[in-house]
């Protein structure tokens, strides 16, 4: 696929997307029934946007999951890093995510094994690119699998739930290793029928549902639909730095603004590390506001474009071009 300019959704893809995004395992004629068509075009629709790269599905740890199993680190490398150095970052599974911003290419790098691990892992960035500045991450209040496109009414909303069962909501949590399990299975597709993914786990089809069921409800597992964003319109980013007198609580209250798509407390003199999205720059004073009069922020880098997130790498349109599975 070329770098032209993604066609704009329309809106019927943008229902279904937001559909998605909210529970991407529903059956398709309950998301048929919630957007208003029949259920032949919503299969025809999602099936143009995954062929196009417009839309893809994801399986994806909450940030609950991430404060117990995961560290993080916000690392900045030199701008000047050549294509095939660009490349061979994109290809690293624990690289989660990767910016170029105005500042430098802004990294997101994941370990599972402790901070020395993702030190190391660091260190091998150095070996094909500079590093100029590495935070860790203390928690993560928002991440890109969360965040939605809001155009679906609270209606439409209702009509997406699915009914969880006494058993399912009174169940004790599942153990990490069953949820690693499960999310490696449905790791490349988060709609796998629970059959396929009992006979893949070795447990019935009615066991491997429950299982889902009780990972979703626990919050260690989330399902989600991420997009090409210019196509929705949205063609601007920005990495905004900031402090305030309580990090976790501005963190929290940065995750409920419709434009961020990661809020992250790292370690450093500029704790607040806040992504968001929007139509046009002109749209940062009015955020920045709405953020809260004890935030003060300290640095803002443009988001040049996106080249990788959560295991997709993007092109200059945004769309998904290729999958590197996360690992980490």
Do not use: Y
């Amino acid at each position: 696929m070329d770098d032209a300019e993604a066609r704009p959704l329309d809106e019927i893809d943008l229902a279904l997307i937001h559909a998605l995004q909210l529970d991407a395992r529903a059956p398709w004629t309950r998301v048929a029934a919630a957007i208003g068509v029949d259920a032949a075009t919503v299969v025809r629709h999602w099936s143009a946007l995954r062929e196009e790269g417009l839309a893809w599905l994801t399986a994806w740890p909450t940030p609950e999951r991430w404060a117990s199993s995961t560290d993080l680190a916000l690392v900045l490398a030199h701008p000047g890093a050549s294509a095939e150095v660009r490349a061979a970052l994109v290809r690293r599974p624990w690289v989660l995510g990767v910016d170029e911003t105005s500042a430098g290419l802004l990294l997101l790098v994941a370990a599972s094994a402790g901070l020395p691990q993702l030190g190391e892992r660091v260190r091998d960035l150095e070996t094909e690119a500079t590093v100029l500045r590495m935070d860790v991450a203390a928690s993560v209040a928002a991440e890109d699998s969360t965040w939605r496109l809001r155009v679906l009414s609270a209606a439409q909303q209702r009509l997406l739930r699915s009914e969880r069962s006494a058993a399912v909501e009174g169940a004790r949590q599942p153990k990490p290793q069953a949820v690693a399990e499960i999310a490696e299975a449905l790791d490349e597709d988060p709609r796998m029928p629970s059959a396929t993914l009992g006979a893949r786990l070795g447990v019935s089809e009615a066991t491997a549902r429950r299982a889902v069921d009780r990972a979703t409800a626990a919050g260690l597992l989330r399902f989600g639909c991420d997009l090409a964003m210019p196509a929705a319109g949205f063609r601007r980013g920005a990495v905004l730095w900031a402090r305030s007198a309580d990090p976790e609580a501005a963190a929290a209250r940065a995750a409920r603004l419709p434009e961020v798509h990661r809020a992250v407390v790292v370690v450093g003199p500029a704790p607040l590390s806040v992504s968001v999205r929007a139509r046009s720059l002109t749209a940062l004073p009015a955020i920045e506001r709405s953020w809260g009069p004890d935030v003060e922020i300290v640095d803002r880098w443009t988001v040049l474009r996106p080249i990788k997130r959560n295991g997709h790498e993007l092109d200059a349109a945004g769309r998904s071009i290729a999958r590197i599975p996360p690992r980490w």
